[in-house]
């Protein structure tokens, strides 16, 4: 094998290794997006179910309320 073609492999090697690690920071940053992503997931499931809660407490107070005028 002649030098320039060594040469030439060894630069394709380091670019595929800075390819990599790249591909390796961006794996890391998408992980970190997706646990942020699952923690608000799960802290606006949390507020829905409260909300839904709520709702149907309301409804069975508008209904006890409206059980009593209709008794009037």
Not at 2 to 17: C, F, H, P, R, T
Not at 37 to 47: F, M, P, V
Request: proline share 0%; hydrophobic share 35%; aromatic share 2%.
């Amino acid at each position: 094998m002649s030098v320039s073609i060594l040469d030439e492999l060894e630069g394709k090697i380091k670019q595929a290794v800075e390819t990599i690690q790249l591909l390796q920071l961006e794996v890391e940053e998408l992980k970190e997006k997706n646990g942020e992503a699952n923690r608000q997931n799960d802290s606006l499931r949390k507020e829905y179910e409260q909300l839904k809660t709520e709702h149907q407490a309301f409804q069975d107070r508008l209904r006890s309320l409206l059980g009593q005028i209709d008794n009037v």
